[in-house]
Nanobody
Framework: QVQLVESGGGLVQAGGSLRLSCAAS????????MGWFRQAPGKEREFIAS????????QYADSVRGRFTISRDDAKNTVYLQMNSLEPEDTAGYYC??????????????????WGQGTQVTVSS
């Protein structure tokens, strides 16, 4: 019963930065594991980053490690994805996801129960 809404996407030049936000309503986010995924046209949705309950542990896909940072502010009921050094290959729809199960595999798409509708990121050469 949590609703997620992503924002912050847009058009940016290669090497630039964007910060995506995922705002939750309906329930507080503090008890949820949160993840970011992306999907380019004709490709499978892929794991990008995740953050644990409380924010103490994060995981990243190899393709974005060192460039992207996931964070959460439970007081604002919001999760963020800071994206730096963007490349054209980062162009995709970006989706926020949440799960409150006792056991969550952060990299596994099917383990998440709640999804936002996505925000588009386009990186030009």
């Amino acid at each position: 019963q949590v609703q997620l809404v992503e924002s912050g996407g847009g058009l940016v030049q290669a090497g630039g930065s964007l910060r995506l936000s995922c705002a939750a309503s309906g329930r507080t986010l503090s008890s949820y594991v949160m993840g970011w995924f992306r999907q380019a046209p004709g490709k499978e949705r892929e794991f990008i980053a995740s953050i644990s309950r409380g924010g103490g542990n994060t995981q990243y896909a190899d393709s974005v490690r060192g460039r992207f940072t996931i964070s959460r502010d439970d007081a604002k009921n919001t999760v963020y994805l800071q994206m730096n050094s963007l490349e054209p290959e980062d162009t995709a729809g970006y989706y926020c996801a949440a799960d409150q199960d006792w056991v969550v595999r952060p990299r596994v798409l099917s383990d998440y129960d709640y999804w936002g509708q996505g925000t588009q990121v386009t990186v030009s050469s």
